[in-house]
């Protein structure tokens, strides 16, 4: 009797090979990783190459093949301008397309609420520990940290109703989060696809930034005022409550490649903040900007779980402090 195997199917269902997209103005780039090297790449406008330049603004989906013949697709949205968000202080932050999802490059900056009320800078390590309003502060309460990092927000900022995102923008909640983790191929690998290339203290692991995100290592203040991590961990937070008592957050490592989070207390902490535009149902482009991470262990891999592991413990020794 005959018995056909299909042994591309097999092969191709355990290939490594992930896809990227990016945008920039009326440009798009997939960046394609594991697989089996050199690969081809097929646009839906015809495009042969990785990146593909002075486009129409719309979706453009990509295959790209690898030298084994293993095939993986990718989408992303394009725009004939340059996509920027102002804050009421007047920041302006440039955005980068990230699969469906725009977010911004840098952290917020921010000293005022949406509707004008001044937060409050503390600098006091006392009167920092006891707070139950939002506030924010420089890393340090160094002004120069704040030129590349941004200012660290409390929790109570965060929630504020007044708004702490710009107008039309809102603090990304940690579905959203998961959405562009998930885009860059889980939590094991996107933290390196995210992380900037340079600010990081050594050996910043995996870290290419292939994504656009250009995430920075911006520390954090604990819930004592006491400042940690700057140039090692970056920490974000979300919208999300985890009780009454904690709310997610997310990070990144200059030791791993991976992304990891849980609850942390919500008293008087403070972390990087950024912020993502409000989604209308008919939107062909959703504009994402808050930074955020959170961490599922996956066992369906032992090298994943394991990798996921050592991320895990990483995180732990972060948190213990922030």
Known sequence: ???????????????????????????????????????????????????????????????????????????????????????????????????????????????????????????????????????????????????????????YAVNDPRGLAPAGYHIPSDAERITLTTFLGGESIAGGKMKSTTGWNSPNTAATNSSGFTGLPGGCRNDYGSFYFIGETGYWWSSSEDDATNAWNWGMSCNTGGVGGGAIIKKAVSQSVASRINVFFFSYLTKTVIKLFYFRKSFIILEDFLGNLIDILIFMKFQSKC
């Open 1 to 155: 009797m005959f018995k056909y195997k299909n042994d591309s199917f097999n092969r191709c269902t355990s290939s490594t090979l992930t896809v990227t997209t990016t945008a920039s103005n009326n440009s798009a780039t997939v960046t394609a990783t594991g697989g089996q090297a050199p690969y081809t790449y097929l646009w839906s406008n015809g495009g042969t190459t990785a990146t593909i330049n002075n486009l129409a603004e719309g979706t453009f989906n990509v295959t790209v093949t690898d030298a084994a013949g293993c095939a993986k697709t990718g989408s992303v949205v394009v725009s004939n301008s340059s996509v920027t968000v102002t804050d009421i202080d007047g920041n302006v932050y440039q955005t980068v397309v990230i699969g469906t999802q725009t977010w911004t490059q840098t952290n917020l900056n921010v000293s005022k609420y949406r509707n004008g009320d001044t937060i409050p800078q503390v600098t006091n390590q006392s009167t920092w520990a006891n707070l139950t309003t939002g506030a924010w502060c420089y890393y340090q309460n160094n002004t120069a940290n704040g030129a590349t990092y941004g200012k660290l927000y409390n929790w």
